[in-house]
C-alpha cells in the first residue's frame, strides 16, 4: 500500500524515505502533496508557457513599436532574464531615451511637485537667492504642500527651518513669541 500517490502519473511512495520524490506541503498528509516533484514542475511549465497570439514578430518595442522577427533582431531589446525570449518588450533606444538623466529628472520632477523640469528651472531662476536669509547656496524650490503650488526660492537651511516649523504661519509665530518673551528670560 502507498504512503502517497501521484494524481498525475501514478507514482508511488512505499516508504518515508520515498516521500523526498513529492512535493512539500505543511497541511498535507505526512507533509506531502499527492503529486510528485516532475509532475508538478512540468504543470508549471504548462501554466506558464506564453501562447503569443499576435503577429509574427517575437518581440516588439511598446514604446516605438519596432518588431523583431529573428533572433538578430531580438539583440537590439533590452535583456530580461523572466521574459520570453530572454528580452523585454523595449528595444535598447527607447531604453536609452528612457533611462537619460533629463528624463529621470523629468519624472521626478513631475512626482514630487506635478510640474515638467523646464518649468521647475523657470520658478528656480526667479531668485538668485534665499528669499528669507538672502544666502546663495543649496538653493531648492519651496512648495505648499497642500496645494503642491511654488512658495519661491529658499536655501536648503531655511526651507527645512519652516518644516520644522509645521509649514505654516502658526508654528512660525509661535517661534517668534518664544524668541520674544522666554528667549530672553535666559540671557538674564
Do not use: P
Amino acid at each position: 500500500m502507498y504512503i502517497r500517490k501521484c494524481k498525475d502519473c501514478g507514482i508511488g511512495a512505499l516508504s518515508e524515505e520515498d516521500l523526498d520524490f513529492f512535493v512539500k506541503n505543511k497541511e498535507s498528509k505526512f507533509g506531502r502533496k499527492n503529486l510528485c516533484i516532475i509532475c508538478s514542475s512540468s504543470r508549471k511549465k504548462e501554466k506558464y508557457t506564453y501562447k503569443r497570439v499576435r503577429g509574427d514578430w517575437l518581440r516588439k518595442c511598446n514604446k516605438c513599436g519596432i518588431e523583431a522577427t529573428t533572433n538578430e533582431d531580438l539583440d537590439s531589446f533590452v535583456n530580461h532574464s523572466g521574459a520570453l525570449y530572454g528580452k523585454r518588450n523595449l528595444c535598447k533606444q527607447c531604453k536609452a531615451i528612457l533611462d537619460s538623466a533629463d528624463s529621470r529628472r523629468n519624472s521626478e520632477y513631475l512626482r514630487r511637485y506635478g510640474i515638467t523640469s523646464k518649468e521647475y528651472k523657470e520658478c528656480m531662476n526667479t531668485s538668485s537667492s534665499c528669499q528669507i536669509c538672502g544666502g546663495t547656496s543649496k538653493l531648492c524650490y519651496d512648495h505648499d504642500h497642500i496645494t503642491m503650488g511654488f512658495r519661491g526660492v529658499l536655501c536648503q537651511s531655511c526651507n527645512g527651518a519652516l518644516g520644522i516649523l509645521g509649514d505654516n504661519l502658526d508654528g512660525l509665530l509661535k517661534a517668534v513669541e518664544y524668541l520674544k518673551g522666554k528667549g530672553r528670560e535666559c540671557l538674564m
